[in-house]
């Protein structure tokens, strides 16, 4: 659901902005919108609405997670664009309904070249990944790895 663009569609710098979280997105924004060119930059923001379990099909209808995904990106752009905004640059918004490498390639195509910025909050491990691979941490196979070779050496004595 693409809003038009104003007259400066043709503005020399375009931007990809892919958002999921409007405070992370404004943190590693802001130097970009402190740019002198940033009043003739074209932003086009995409929301990437959080996935949902492949479960959820049972009890929701296609329709009504769209409707669900659409009212989540309103929400998500009427915390951004005001910000990107008050710059003086133009503003398209795009909600992502499928891969990004996709979008990105037909937003190019449409808006020509841009730069793309991927402004998502990252993604946290899952805790026991993150345990499993912490240096110093003990990990329940290789510990007991160890004490069983440590109980041999003591048996062969």
């Given amino acids: 659901m693409p809003i038009p663009s104003s007259p400066a569609s043709s503005a020399s710098h375009r931007v990809i902005v892919y958002v999921d979280d409007a405070d992370h997105a404004r943190l590693l924004l802001q130097p970009l919108c402190a740019q002198p060119s940033a009043g003739s930059t074209h932003w086009m923001v995409v929301a990437c609405a959080p996935r949902m379990t492949h479960r959820i099909s049972k009890w929701v209808s296609h329709s009504a997670r769209e409707n669900w995904r659409i009212k989540w990106a309103d ?83």
């Fill in 75 to 157: 929400k998500l752009f009427a915390q951004v664009l005001p910000w990107l905004q008050a710059g003086g640059g133009s503003v398209t918004t795009v909600v992502a309904k499928g891969p990004l490498a996709e979008l990105s390639e037909q937003l190019q195509a449409e808006h020509g070249t841009a730069q793309v910025v991927d402004a998502r909050r990252p993604k946290l491990e899952p805790e026991s990944q993150a345990t499993a691979r912490a240096p110093g941490r003990w990990s329940l196979p290789n510990t007991l790895a160890g004490l069983g070779a440590l109980f041999m050496l003591v048996a062969a004595d």
